[in-house]
């Protein structure tokens, strides 16, 4: 079992930055993938950056290429998201996500039906 709890969304103004943390608990933790969705107004949760349960692989979707940077904290049990760049069509409310394994897998990419946990979800506004 897993819990994860998001923090970290806000109000900023376009070029701005964020740093998005979820801190989860459970001893799955260290097999799992992990992964940063989001979902606008009227849209789909799509999935935006995810990590590798050792850190060593990451995945991004096009938009976020180069702007946003995805890390994990092993010894801490939590992972980041750091938002840079920001531009008013990453307002969104974003999710952490875990896709639990039986072993360290090298994925990094998931879909959001592949998520076994979910965070409570974080509200970003970034404004124009």
């Known amino acids: 079992q897993v819990q994860l709890v998001d923090s970290g969304g806000g109000l900023v103004q376009a070029g701005g930055s964020l740093r998005l943390s979820c801190a989860a608990s459970?001893?799955?933790?260290?097999?799992?993938?992990m992964g940063w969705f989001r979902q606008a107004p009227g849209k789909e949760r799509q999935f935006v950056a995810g990590v590798s349960c050792s850190g060593g692989r990451t995945d991004y979707i096009d938009s976020v290429k180069g702007r946003f940077t995805i890390s994990r904290d092993s010894a801490k049990s939590t992972v980041f998201l750091q938002m840079d760049s920001l531009k008013p069509e990453d307002t969104a409310v974003y999710y952490c996500?875990?896709?639990?394994?039986?072993?360290?897998?090298?994925?990094?990419?998931?879909?959001?039906?592949?998520?076994?946990?979910w965070g409570q979800g974080t509200q970003v506004t970034v404004s124009s």
């Open positions: 459970g001893r799955t933790f260290s097999n799992s993938a």
């Open positions: 996500a875990a896709r639990r394994f039986d072993y360290c897998s090298s994925s990094s990419y998931f879909t959001r039906d592949d998520a076994d946990y």
